[in-house]
């Protein structure tokens, strides 16, 4: 192989396997915790590709570095509902995301990835694209919330008032993902997405409906014969969020190959299309 060949190959390997970095550091990037336990986990860290896969580049900063990084619990921990007591299928999962799911039964399926989307979007300095449809198809933005409006949902119409004072900290915005997760499902986050011609770390797979369901790829790897997805869930009732087995082969490796022409198998759903969708770069589209 020619050096210059090499030498551009081992750049992108590189870039691919960087540390992450947004503003020089992960300083903050994860907000619902204190701090990360010393040494724990990520998705980066403990999951390496399928042989003969590697990881798909990724910029500094993007949404695939963020996930890329999401720190986990150590081990393989039960998955807890968000009263507490397990889940009844201990199985799904070969890992547990450390991120809060939580005291009421809302955060489930297309809400943890709207969380992750929005914390994503929070600390990346992009308040103004954090904003998502509630299923009646109103727009919610983050920033019309920290100024201190609130909606009231009467029927498929919704009303905004100013009856609270403006504030931009975290608890705020945990209460404004609160007022999302109420009004918005896997109906409403599958009319905001668009198609994704290639996969890439933070598409998702959607089916709408009362209910549908939703995960998300943490990760993606790809060798000459295609790429490969590393997902992510949660789902009902509200539970932490845990990537997820291949059922095809639970004992071996949790990646699935990514076929955009054929259904897929989670270990509690069944896709009809193995299409991935992604979001826009601006919050709050309404595609159909």
């Known amino acids: 192989m020619p050096k210059r060949t090499v030498l551009a190959a081992l750049a992108l390997a590189a870039v691919a396997a960087a540390p992450f970095a947004v503003r020089g550091d992960r300083e903050g990037a994860y907000p619902w915790l204190e701090r990360a336990a010393p040494g724990a986990d990520t998705i980066a ?7 003969g896969y590697a990881r798909v580049a990724v910029a500094d900063g993007s949404f695939g570095a963020w996930l890329r990084n999401l720190p986990l619990l150590p081990g ?32 489930q399926c297309a809400d943890a990835v709207i969380r992750l989307r929005a914390e994503y979007l929070r600390w990346a300095g ?3 694209d954090v904003c998502f449809r509630f299923t009646n198809g109103e727009p919610a933005a983050w920033s019309r919330w920290a100024e201190g409006f609130r909606p009231t949902i009467e029927g498929r119409r919704a009303s905004w008032a100013r009856t609270a004072k403006p504030a931009r900290g975290y608890s705020a915005f945990r209460g404004y993902l609160t007022a999302v997760f109420r009004y918005a499902g896997t109906a409403s986050l599958e009319r905001e997405l668009g198609p994704a011609d290639r996969v890439e770390p933070g598409d998702v797979f959607v089916e709408g409906g009362f209910p549908g369901h939703a995960v998300i790829a943490v990760d993606v790897a790809e060798s000459r014969a295609g790429r490969a997805v590393l997902l992510a869930q949660s789902y009902m009732p509200a539970q932490q969020v845990h990537v997820l087995v291949n059922p095809a082969d639970p004992e071996a490796s949790p990646w699935y190959e990514y076929d955009p022409s054929s259904s897929f198998v989670t270990p509690e ?18 595609r159909r």
């Open 45 to 51: 860290t403990r999951f390496q590709p399928p042989e």
């Open 76 to 107: 393989t921990p039960d998955v807890l509902l968000y009263d507490g007591t397990p889940k009844h299928n201990q199985t799904a999962q070969v890992a547990v995301i450390d991120i809060d799911v939580g005291n009421r039964d809302l955060q």
């Open 126 to 128: 992009r308040d103004r």
């Open 269 to 286: 759903w069944r896709f009809d299309s193995g299409r991935a969708m992604r979001f826009s770069e601006r919050g709050c589209p309404l």
